[in-house]
């Protein structure tokens, strides 16, 4: 992008001229050069691979909690394998701790993982999945990899995000589960670590810019605080979450959409620096 | 134990199906702008919402931990310095693994 900038500059003075126009093309090029090595496709992969790296390591969390509640090492391990949406996971974990009946663990549990449904329903003007590939792709939409592709500035980006989170995320937060799950209780505790902090705090710096944007979004994310927190001791675990999406309804009638916002709607930047 | 397995396929036959089917949604659904504000607005309500329950949520009460607030808090006062995604989290977590460690909270 930036060499097509600096080379439509200097394309006025022929082919040779980049190379005599130092003055001219000096201080965007100066400015552009950390722009072209740390590139446009650079920072998906970053934002994708870190977060990944960050977040995949409370499976740790999760296989200890799975083998401290009952589960073996391998249903641990395969419930990250085909499961794969933490919180679903960490429900169904204990609920089995707590002995209580397992069809109703199983349901709280799938119920929680309909929040990625809706995340879905958003991410599929951007992903764009097509015939099988959607099979392979529907198993990553989850709470991470929507907040890293969707924090994008435009399409071909957000896949690459995408892709990014998800491959990182899958290969940490299964090797960590197993683990988490082989060395339970053996490790030092995941809140000695801090770990029990990543989550909330990956969840609010991916929302950051939204809440920066506009006054819609805060007060959505506000009221979906609030929603969940006010249902939180009345409501089987997981369900207060889902119920936030209620603030997105109301933010929604408030303020429709004016114009077609959604990213692939959207041009690339057109990279002026 | 043939119990337990049963409860980890079916969770994840119902997670899965549950992925699938926002992927599936017909795309002209999202014609309809409020339908599409809403798809835009669910992830902030949700993630909100999970930073909330999972920073004051203790199973299904509410408590507050100190090391934890202080943790999300160092958070915010790193994003607000625009410091880099992951040193959000470093800082995060390393504030709060240092006060549980020092026994401060």
């Given at each position: 992008?930036t060499?097509?900038?600096?080379?439509?500059?200097?394309?006025?003075g022929?082919?040779?001229?980049?190379?005599?126009?130092?003055?001219?093309?000096?201080p965007?090029?100066?400015?552009?050069?950390?722009?072209?090595?740390?590139?446009?496709?650079?920072?998906?992969?970053r934002d994708?691979?870190?977060?990944?790296?960050?977040?995949?390591t409370?499976g740790?969390?999760?296989?200890?909690?799975?083998?401290?509640?009952?589960?073996?090492?391998?249903?641990?391990?395969?419930?990250?394998?085909?499961?794969?949406?933490?919180?679903?996971?960490?429900?169904?974990?204990?609920?089995?701790?707590?002995?209580?009946?397992?069809?109703?663990?199983?349901?709280?549990?799938?119920?929680?993982?309909?929040?990625?449904?809706l995340?879905?329903?958003?991410?599929?003007?951007?992903?764009?999945?097509?015939?099988?590939?959607?099979?392979l792709?529907?198993?990553?939409v989850?709470?991470?990899?929507?907040?890293?592709?969707?924090?994008?500035?435009?399409?071909?980006?957000?896949?690459?995000a995408?892709?990014?989170?998800?491959?990182?995320l899958?290969?940490?937060?299964?090797?960590s589960t197993?683990?988490?799950?082989?060395?339970?209780?053996?490790?030092?505790?995941?809140?000695?670590?801090?770990?029990?902090?990543?989550g909330?705090?990956?969840?609010?710096a991916?929302?950051?810019?939204?809440?920066?944007?506009?006054?819609?979004?805060?007060?959505?994310?506000?009221?979906?605080?609030?929603?969940?927190?006010t249902a939180?001791?009345?409501?089987?675990?997981?369900?207060?979450?889902?119920?936030?999406?209620?603030?997105?309804?109301?933010?929604?009638?408030?303020?429709?959409?004016p114009?077609?916002?959604?990213?692939?709607a959207?041009?690339?930047?057109?990279?002026?620096? | 134990?043939?119990?337990?397995?049963?409860?980890?396929?079916?969770?994840?036959?119902?997670?899965?199906?549950?992925?699938?089917?926002?992927?599936?949604?017909p795309?002209?659904v999202?014609?309809?702008?409020?339908?599409?504000?809403?798809?835009?607005?669910?992830?902030?309500?949700l993630?909100a919402?999970?930073?909330?329950?999972?920073?004051?949520?203790a199973?299904?009460?509410?408590?507050?931990d100190?090391?934890?607030?202080?943790?999300?808090?160092?958070a915010?006062?790193?994003?607000l310095?625009?410091?880099p995604?992951?040193?959000?989290?470093?800082?995060?977590?390393?504030?709060?693994?240092a006060?549980?460690?020092?026994?401060?909270?």
């Amino acid at each position: 992008m930036t060499e097509k900038t600096s080379g439509l500059a200097a394309a006025s003075g022929g082919p040779a001229a980049s190379v005599d126009v130092p003055t001219a093309s000096g201080p965007a090029a100066a400015s552009a050069l950390p722009a072209a090595g740390g590139g446009p496709t650079a920072r998906p992969i970053r934002d994708g691979v870190g977060l990944g790296l960050a977040v995949g390591t409370s499976g740790l969390a999760f296989g200890a909690a799975a083998v401290g509640s009952g589960l073996s090492v391998a249903q641990a391990c395969v419930l990250s394998l085909i499961a794969f949406t933490g919180a679903s996971q960490f429900a169904l974990a204990g609920s089995i701790a707590t002995g209580g009946s397992l069809i109703g663990g199983v349901a709280g549990a799938v119920l929680l993982g309909s929040r990625n449904a809706l995340y879905g329903l958003r991410m599929t003007g951007v992903l764009a999945p097509r015939g099988a590939r959607r099979l392979l792709i529907a198993h990553g939409v989850i709470d991470e990899t929507t907040a890293v592709t969707l924090a994008q500035p435009d399409a071909a980006s957000a896949r690459l995000a995408f892709r990014a989170t998800f491959a990182t995320l899958y290969l940490t937060w299964n090797l960590s589960t197993l683990l988490g799950a082989y060395g339970a209780g053996r490790l030092g505790s995941p809140q000695s670590l801090g770990l029990d902090v990543v989550g909330p705090a990956a969840f609010l710096a991916l929302i950051w810019p939204q809440l920066r944007a506009g006054r819609t979004e805060r007060a959505v994310g506000l009221l979906g605080a609030a929603i969940a927190l006010t249902a939180t001791p009345f409501l089987p675990p997981g369900v207060p979450v889902i119920l936030a999406a209620m603030a997105a309804l109301a933010g929604a009638l408030a303020t429709p959409a004016p114009e077609p916002t959604a990213p692939e709607a959207r041009p690339a930047p057109a990279e002026p620096s | 134990m043939t119990g337990i397995w049963v409860a980890v396929l079916v969770t994840a036959a119902g997670c899965y199906a549950f992925k699938l089917t926002g992927l599936t949604v017909p795309r002209s659904v999202l014609n309809n702008p409020r339908v599409r504000r809403f798809a835009e607005l669910v992830p902030v309500a949700l993630l909100a919402a999970l930073v909330a329950v999972q920073t004051f949520g203790a199973g299904q009460s509410l408590a507050i931990d100190p090391a934890r607030l202080a943790g999300l808090g160092a958070a915010v006062v790193a994003l607000l310095l625009r410091a880099p995604f992951l040193v959000v989290i470093v800082v995060a977590a390393g504030t709060a693994a240092a006060l549980r460690a020092l026994g401060i909270a």
